[in-house]
T-cell receptor, first 115, second 109 residues
Framework: SQTIHQWPATLVQPVGSPLSLECTVEGTSNPNLYWYRQAAGRGLQLLFYSVGIGQISSEVPQNLSASRPQDRQFILSSKKLLLSDSGFYLC??????????????FGSGTRLTVV | GESVGLHLPTLSVQEGDNSIINCAYSNSASDYFIWYKQESGKGPQFIIDIRSNMDKRQGQRVTVLLNKTVKHLSLQIAATQPGDSAVYFCAENRNQFYFGTGTSLTVIP
């Protein structure tokens, strides 16, 4: 069966510091991978998605970036965090678009607080 | 449609009552829909799905209804329990999923 791991669970970082959140998937090959952000009391905002190694699509312009160095590894980064980057970050995976009628599976999330 | 960060609507129900959570989706080309449940501090979890060739699907205590004419999706939870308190998101699929703004359900004991 497939599993998704996301870490760390919580993170408190000062403004201007770098960020690296990591997500890995096990039990499947060539998954689509996603990063979402969720502000308190709000919905899910898609930040990035990837359909393969080295391929990143950005949905929202910001000071965040994503990378996919390996098939089942997805990293969310920032060189300098802003206060507005605080939120709950979720990684998700899905089967490739060719396999329809399957949903996204989400990780457990990272609570980021920028101070 | 795709969430742009709107504040979540809320719904409060008495324990044991039935809950109905509604969702309007944006695109008639969407052909697959999912309801997710997100508990506080956790990632969303799959509850139930429905394809566009169906108008109703039942699970354990949950039913999803799809009205393609008015692009409306609903989630019915029977005999709501305190453990059902969470945020519920609908998601519509056309190549990728687009999430609704979510509804925060509070169950009153």
């Amino acid at each position: 069966s497939q599993t998704i791991h996301q870490w760390p669970a919580t993170l408190v970082q000062p403004v201007g510091s770098p960020l690296s959140l990591e997500c890995t998937v096990e039990g499947t090959s060539n998954p689509n991978l996603y990063w979402y952000r969720q502000a308190a009391g709000r919905g899910l905002q898609l930040l990035f998605y990837s359909v393969g190694i080295g391929q990143i699509s950005s949905e929202v312009p910001q000071n965040l970036s994503a990378s996919r160095p390996q098939d089942r590894q997805f990293i969310l980064s920032s060189k300098k965090l802003l206060l507005s980057d605080s939120g709950f970050y979720l990684c998700a995976w899905s089967f490739p678009f060719t396999r329809k009628y399957y949903g996204y599976t989400f990780g457990s999330g990272t609570r980021l607080t920028v101070v | 449609g795709e969430s742009v960060g709107l504040h979540l609507p809320t719904l409060s129900v008495q324990e044991g009552d039935n809950s109905i959570i509604n969702c309007a989706y944006s695109n008639s080309a969407s052909d697959y829909f999912i309801w997710y449940k997100q508990e506080s501090g956790k990632g969303p979890q799959f509850i139930i799905d429905i394809r566009s060739n169906m108008d109703k699907r039942q699970g354990q205590r949950v039913t999803v209804l799809l009205n393609k004419t008015v692009k409306h999706l609903s989630l019915q939870i029977a005999a709501t329990q305190p453990g059902d308190s969470a945020v519920y998101f609908c998601a519509e699929n056309r190549n990728q999923f687009y999430f609704g703004t979510g509804t925060s359900l509070t169950v009153i004991p």
